[in-house]
Structure formats: structure tokens, C-alpha cells
């Protein structure tokens, strides 16, 4: 049997909170120059393993420390408020993890690999973006081709991140060659299993230290790491509801990074000319008004996950698909705002990249929000849900 999920209620052997400062610091020191050079974020991530993280959410019993998914957004914040880059890397990572430990409990390969994870601080890289389907989750054009004990797959992935700095990959395909597109399994290969061709360059706007370039991404591996379950359980069950809560939390965390800064610069002028108001004191309360909404609406869409996790007619629910997909939606969206507040504060010392203010690598990065998995394509399935559920929001509902 599967545990039921994600601990809610057992207080956290540690602070993971004080744990994650140091990584957060190194993350703060490194976030320029792999912003502007474009590489990943070596320096913070080697700290977060050190810190033992990356299994963070793991049950005991494999080497985890059974932290609740509450605990691993508060941490994806903190780093994310650093760097956003390492933030989004530890945020995709445990997205992960949530699915092994979610759907990988009833297989033996899967556990031994969960035990890897922890003993070796692993870090797992996603390939569901596919050349022909784009941010189409549900649909895959790659298939997994098995022959006996063995399995191969070969697959056009145009975005994955920290491909080549990853331990391991797990993508989507469909289940076999004659499959329809929508008949999808998820496997985890380890690093020793696949070669990567690359494709195409990370050259971005923003989250530049994400390196999500494209790859032909071609394995060779054992049957038995397909997952048990269908993709689409796993999907509707773990990966949407983690992905936009953790996605969130690190949007979330680069809210508060610009407006700590619009704050510092709103205080220095208070400072300078103590008898005059600054005028950026009433866009700063706006933005703080903004970022407790944040806050709210990750807040809120966490406790629907958990109510979710102890009512399974619940979590296969239209209304819960809807709730975690207005959590991107609103959260992608009040992000630009945020930081576009920011820079109306700080003026020339934010739009400036010289400057304590300099808010050009959290404008950017804020903008990958919407992008990440297309708001437009969300709104759109949103609209079909909504044709068979209930959109008024009653308090409690
Ligand atoms: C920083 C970052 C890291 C990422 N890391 C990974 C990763 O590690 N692994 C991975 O697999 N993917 C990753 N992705 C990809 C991501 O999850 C989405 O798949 C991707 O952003 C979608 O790309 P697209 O805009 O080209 O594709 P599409 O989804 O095809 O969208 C293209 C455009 O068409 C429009 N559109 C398409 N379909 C619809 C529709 N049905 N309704 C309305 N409009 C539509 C949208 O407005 C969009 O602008 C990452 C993306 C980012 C930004």
C-alpha cells in the first residue's frame, strides 16, 4: 500500500527553514553572474545538498525527513527570493519527487531509487515538453518501445532543464508504439541510461540559470522503471497540483526579493530627506497588499492539496484541477505586477543594472511566469472544466 502522501500534521524534525540560509546566501552572492553569464547555479545547489534538501520530503524510512510539502515551498521561496533560477531547479526537482513518492511506493525499482536520492543528494531533471505538442502535458508523440525486461525511448524534448547537470530524467511518452497520443506512462531514467544530443541553446530573457535547452534524449533501461500508474493519474493526482504550488512558491519568493528592494530604496529616501514623504511609500504599501494576496492564494491552494490528499473523490475532482490551475494563473499574473510596482518605485536606480535597486533579472524572470505552460492554454482547458463545474468560490467551498 501506498502512504497516503505528504506528512500533515507531524512537526518537522528540523528547521528547514534556518537549514535552507546558508544555500540561500550562496544562492544571493552567485544569483548576477548566473543571470548574466547563463549557467547553472553549481554554487547553490552543491550548498542545498549539503543541507540535505533534496530529499527533504522523502519519507524516513527511505532516507528522507518527511517534510511536508508546506515545508518545501517555504524553502523554494527563500531560495527563489536569492535566485530565481535555483529556486525554479529545486522547485522542478521536487516536483519529482512528490511523483515518485506518490505513485513509486508499490515498486521495488522505484523505491531503491528513491533510497539513492537521499543517499546521494540526486537531483531530477523533467522532460514532458515535446517538438509537435509544446506545453500539451496530456499528449505525447514519443512512445516507449519494450522487449521483454528491457525498454528503449527516444524523445524530440525542446525544453529541459539542468539536462546535463541532472542525475536523472523523468519523461513522458506514450506506452507503446500503437498507443493514441494520450495513452501516457512516466519512466525515470538514471544518467547512465540516456545520451543527450543537444538541440537547442538557452539564450532567454530571464531564468537563465535554469539552462532549459532542447534535446534529443535517447535511453536504454529496465521495463520495470516505467511507473506502475498511468501518467494521467500521476498528472491529475501529484504533478499539476505540486507543479502550480511549487511554481508558485517560487514566484512568490521573487515578489518578495523586488519588493525588499523597493522597500530598502522607499527607506533610504525616507532617510535622506526625513521631512518629506517618499513618494514610492503608497505604491510600496500597494505592493505589500499584493504580495499577502500571493501568499493567500498559495496558502489556500496548499490546504486544498491536503484536503485533497485525505479524500480521493476529491482529488480526482473537476473543482480541485481548477483550484490548483487558478493558483498559477493568479499567482503568474500578480508576480509582473509585483515587480513592475517595484520598478515604478525604484525609477531609474531599479531600471538601471548598477545599482543595490537593479530590478532588470526579476522583471525578466517574472515573465517566464505566464509562459510556463501557457496561461492562454490553461484558461482555455479552464474554460472546458468550468462547462461541467461550479465557478462561484463560496468561502469554504
Ligand atoms: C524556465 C522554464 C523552464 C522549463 N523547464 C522545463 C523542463 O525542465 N522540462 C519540460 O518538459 N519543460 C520545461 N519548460 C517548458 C514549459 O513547461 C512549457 O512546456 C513551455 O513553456 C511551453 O512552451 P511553448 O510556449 O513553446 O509551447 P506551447 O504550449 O505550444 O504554446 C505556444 C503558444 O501557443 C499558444 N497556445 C498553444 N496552445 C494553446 C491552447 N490550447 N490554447 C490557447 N493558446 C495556446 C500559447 O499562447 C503560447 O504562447 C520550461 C519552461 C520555462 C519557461
Given at each position: 500500500m501506498s502512504r497516503p502522501g505528504f506528512v500533515i500534521a507531524d512537526a518537522p524534525a528540523r528547521d528547514f527553514l534556518r537549514a535552507v540560509e546558508l544555500a540561500a546566501d550562496v544562492a544571493a552572492t552567485h544569483a548576477d553572474d548566473v543571470d548574466r553569464t547563463g549557467r547553472f547555479p553549481v554554487e547553490a545547489i552543491t550548498a542545498i545538498k549539503a543541507a540535505r534538501l533534496m530529499s527533504m520530503m522523502l519519507p524516513r524510512a527511505l532516507g528522507g525527513e518527511d517534510a511536508s510539502l508546506t515545508d518545501v515551498a517555504q524553502v523554494t521561496t527563500a531560495l527563489a527570493r536569492s535566485c530565481a533560477s535555483t529556486g525554479m531547479i529545486f522547485a522542478m526537482h521536487q516536483i519529482k519527487l512528490s511523483s515518485l513518492i506518490s505513485h513509486g511506493q508499490d515498486s521495488p525499482w522505484h523505491m531503491n531509487f528513491m533510497r539513492a536520492i537521499a543517499a546521494g543528494q540526486l537531483l531530477l531533471a523533467s522532460a514532458t515538453t515535446e517538438a509537435g505538442i509544446g506545453g500539451d502535458l496530456r499528449n505525447s508523440v514519443c512512445a516507449v518501445e519494450t522487449e521483454g525486461r528491457r525498454a528503449r525511448l527516444v524523445k524530440d524534448a525542446t525544453v529541459i532543464s539542468y539536462a546535463l547537470d541532472a542525475d536523472?530524467?523523468?519523461?513522458?511518452?506514450?506506452?507503446?508504439?500503437?498507443?493514441?497520443?494520450?495513452?501516457?506512462?512516466?519512466?525515470?531514467?538514471?544518467?547512465?541510461?540516456?545520451?543527450?544530443?543537444?538541440?537547442?541553446?538557452?539564450?532567454?530573457?530571464?531564468?537563465?540559470?535554469?539552462?532549459?535547452?532542447?534535446?534529443?534524449?535517447?535511453?536504454?533501461?529496465?521495463?520495470?522503471?516505467?511507473?506502475?500508474?498511468?501518467?494521467?493519474?500521476?498528472?491529475?493526482?501529484?504533478?499539476?497540483?505540486?507543479?502550480?504550488?511549487?511554481?508558485?512558491?517560487?514566484?512568490?519568493?521573487?515578489?518578495?526579493?523586488?519588493?525588499?528592494?523597493?522597500?530598502?530604496?522607499?527607506?533610504?529616501?525616507?532617510?535622506?530627506?526625513?521631512?518629506?514623504?517618499?513618494?514610492?511609500?503608497?505604491r510600496l504599501a500597494e505592493a505589500t497588499n499584493m504580495l499577502h494576496l500571493m501568499r493567500a492564494n498559495l496558502a489556500e491552494g496548499l490546504q486544498r492539496f491536503y484536503r485533497a490528499r485525505r479524500d480521493p473523490d476529491e482529488l480526482n475532482a473537476v473543482g480541485f484541477s481548477v483550484a490548483m490551475n487558478n493558483v498559477k494563473l493568479a499567482s503568474s499574473e500578480m508576480l509582473i505586477k509585483v515587480v513592475n510596482h517595484a520598478l515604478l518605485i525604484c525609477g531609474i536606480a531599479g531600471y538601471r543594472n548598477d545599482t543595490p535597486f537593479s530590478l532588470g533579472r526579476y522583471l525578466r524572470d517574472a515573465h517566464s511566469a505566464p509562459l510556463m505552460i501557457s496561461n492562454d492554454r490553461i484558461l482555455l482547458n479552464q474554460g472546458n472544466l468550468l462547462l461541467v463545474s461550479r465557478a462561484d468560490t463560496p468561502i469554504g467551498g
Open positions: 536523472a530524467i523523468l519523461a513522458t511518452a506514450r506506452r507503446e508504439a500503437a498507443a493514441p497520443s494520450s495513452d501516457q506512462v512516466m519512466v525515470a531514467i538514471t544518467k547512465d541510461q540516456y545520451r543527450l544530443q543537444k538541440t537547442t541553446e538557452w539564450d532567454t530573457l530571464g531564468m537563465r540559470g535554469t539552462r532549459s535547452e532542447g534535446f534529443i534524449l535517447s535511453a536504454e533501461f529496465g521495463a520495470d522503471q516505467v511507473f506502475p500508474k498511468p501518467f494521467a493519474d500521476i498528472a491529475a493526482q501529484s504533478m499539476l497540483a505540486t507543479s502550480h504550488l511549487l511554481w508558485s512558491s517560487v514566484w512568490l519568493g521573487i515578489a518578495n526579493g523586488a519588493v525588499a528592494r523597493a522597500q530598502a530604496f522607499v527607506k533610504g529616501e525616507a532617510r535622506k530627506k526625513p521631512d518629506v514623504k517618499p513618494p514610492g511609500m503608497l
